[in-house]
């Protein structure tokens, strides 16, 4: 038995190493479990020394690479060659600093507008494995860093936590195949699941057919999974393709563009609000003022909208009986809006009247059958031809017409009473006049000199 | 390979004797295989390297070069679990893989000349093929994943394996304790 032991010593070993690795997979598998120990122990001999690498070359590589770079121009002149180096070092020195601090502005605008609380970590490296996209960083549990904590930066969300160690911490990227993360888009709300492809992509599982999702949509992350906060960046459909129940959408993830280098752990995630789509910038037609539209604008535009003028109206009423708007205590009586007040809300009194001065159009028929429209002060003599029935001092608007105008009737509105009178024939206090002018005459052909054409 | 002969089977005692290297290389060159394939990949211009399974070319070499299948499975079985440990996946994965490559290229190393670089660049072929078979087939049957093998793509890496594995061997030849 010892020698046949002997014999296939190597074999025997094979199995039951074999054998061995495979119960611990069942076991794994089964339980759900890990074996973290043989995980801190391959972690911790390699994590020290790629953080201990990385700080070395974060801090010197560029300086040295640059120097190196900038002496392979050896045909050159010596002088110019020096000058070049020396520029050339410079220049990539002050683009190395300037890129750094665009960076570390962006970070910190990030963590300053972001109402969740976050520890900033540097990743030292990635994960080996075919399909699987992981990576590492130099935050552990000494930090703070609990499993399944999310993992950003300001382009968008990078992963979840997977395993905590002492000063280090692996993150499953977006684009593993086990990564699954609640999202909705934009500016449909569409919502679905977010899940890696072992690829650079990842799609959006579970969106009913129905549902409106477009190309380009990005989709922001829902909250409803208790990892990531609502409101971070996803990714921006790439593909939408239909199926049977539910629809496949392909997504660019925002957070795995580029490997970053440095990322944030949300350790006290707090929602924020998805940002409503921006305006597109499809131009609009504003056509240019129209020639002479100030003139013909109408009076209710130029003294402000209806309501202003209703508003000011009121505002007289309350003001002629004693009343200031707004003033006055809860169940006082308020001000009779009704009340007809002249100038108001009722037709006002002719300055001439009143004795005041000002003009008073009035329309005259001739012999010769042509209407003559003529202005003259009121309160002074009408002019030859002058409407008959009105006298100086006479009120013009309740004005006694002769019976040459035919139709008319002394008190009515000359407005309605003669037709396109309003605009041909309208006084400057708004009393009107007119004499021997047939209703039906049109009135608004007045020439410039204010004579009407015989019909 | 200065030293081979031109024939690739063994036929004599002088060809099967082991390689040897100073305790150093065991614990330095693992350790650099698992760094560079976790940290360079970091870099946008050597992304490829994360392609590259450097742990299994090492896994080879080294089972190769001592021609011992315990040695070779344990070196196998060692580096296996150390990249298992820095995946997402149950640990034992790639050690089940790597323990499969390291016992066969021992037993391989004890039939060719291993110094040959055309039987070097055959055999970090076909065991890259069949590294990457086996995970698959793990992947499917134990964890019960809808895996697709893209064998074109698997096929490419592994004449890239190929030549890096040569130029891999070359050097680490370098770090042999001459007799």
Same mark, same amino acid.
């Given at each position: 038995m010892e020698s046949l032991l002997h014999r296939y010593r190597n074999i025997t070993v094979l199995f039951v190493a074999i054998i061995a690795q495979i119960a611990a997979i069942a076991w794994q598998v089964r339980q759900d479990n890990d074996v973290p120990l043989l995980r801190v122990w391959a972690v911790s001999a390699v994590t020290p020394v790629a953080t201990a690498i990385e700080s070395v070359r974060s801090g010197a590589f560029g300086v040295f690479g640059d120097f190196f770079t900038a002496h392979g121009s050896r045909d050159e002149s010596r002088n110019l060659r020096k000058q070049l180096g020396d520029l050339r070092l410079r220049n990539r020195l002050l683009e190395n600093e300037l890129s750094a601090a665009e960076k570390a502005g962006a970070l910190a605008g990030f963590k300053a507008q972001t109402r969740s609380t976050l520890i900033g970590a540097h990743v030292i490296g990635t994960t080996t494995g075919m399909g699987t996209r992981s990576v590492l960083i130099d935050r552990g549990s000494l930090s703070g860093v609990r499993r399944g904590m999310a993992v950003v930066t300001p382009d968008g969300i990078v992963g979840r936590v997977l395993e905590v160690y002492l000063s280090a911490s692996q993150v499953l990227s977006v684009t593993d195949a086990g990564f699954a993360a609640a999202v909705e888009s934009q500016k449909n709300h569409t919502r679905g699941v977010m899940k890696g492809m072992g690829s650079s992509s990842a799609k959006v599982d579970y969106v009913p057919g129905g549902q409106k999702v477009e190309k380009g949509e990005v989709f922001y992350t829902s909250g409803e999974d208790r990892i990531f906060p609502r409101g971070m960046p996803a990714g921006k459909v790439t593909g939408v393709e239909d199926g049977p129940t539910f629809q496949t959408i392909y997504i660019d993830p925002f957070g795995a563009d580029a490997a970053p280098e440095e990322v944030f752990v949300i350790s006290d995630p707090v929602h924020q609000e998805i940002p409503n789509v921006p305006a597109t910038d499809t131009p609009v037609f504003l056509a240019p003022d129209a020639k002479g539209a100030s003139g013909d604008m109408p009076q209710t535009l130029a003294n402000g909208t209806q309501a202003d003028q209703l508003a000011d109206q009121y505002r007289k009423l309350g003001a002629a009986q004693g009343h200031v708007i +707004?003033?006055?205590?809860?169940g006082s009586l308020p001000p009779n809006f009704n009340l007809k007040v002249p100038g108001v809300n009722a037709p006002a009194l002719a300055a001439g009247a009143t004795g005041g001065s000002g003009f008073a159009r009035g329309i005259s028929g001739s012999s010769g059958g042509a209407v003559r429209v003529y202005q003259r002060p009121i309160g002074t003599s009408p002019g030859p031809?002058?409407?008959? +029935?009105a006298r100086a001092g006479m009120p013009l608007g309740i004005s006694r017409l002769p019976g040459g105008a035919s139709g008319a009737r002394a008190g009515m509105p000359l407005s309605a009473r003669l037709p396109g009178a309003a605009s041909g024939a309208r006084a400057a206090s708004g009393a009107r006049s007119a004499s021997g002018a047939r209703a039906g005459i049109p009135l608004g052909a007045r020439p410039a000199s204010g004579r009407l054409l015989p019909r | 390979m200065g030293s081979s002969t031109g024939r690739i089977l063994v036929d004599d005692a002088r060809q099967v004797r082991r390689a040897r290297y100073p305790v150093w290389v065991f614990f330095v060159v693992p350790l650099s295989a698992l760094l560079i394939q976790i940290y360079l990949p970091l870099f946008q211009t050597l992304r490829f390297i994360a392609k590259v399974d450097l742990p299994l070319l090492v896994t080879i070499y080294f089972a190769l070069m001592r021609r011992s299948q315990i040695r070779g499975l344990s070196i196998g079985l060692i580096l296996g679990m150390a990249q298992d440990s820095f995946s997402r996946f149950y640990i034992g994965m790639y050690g089940l893989c790597k323990t499969m490559v390291g016992y066969l290229s021992a037993s391989v190393g004890m039939q060719f000349d291993v110094e040959h670089p055309f039987v070097r660049i055959l055999l970090c072929l076909v065991f890259y093929l069949f590294h990457q078979f086996l995970y698959w087939v793990l992947q499917r049957a134990v964890l019960d994943q809808l895996v697709v093998f893209d064998l074109p793509g698997e096929l490419i890496l592994a004449v890239i394996h190929a030549f890096i594995g040569v130029a891999l061997f070359h050097f680490l030849d370098k770090l042999r304790i001459r007799e």
């Open positions: +707004g003033v006055g205590a809860p031809g002058a409407a008959s +029935g | -």
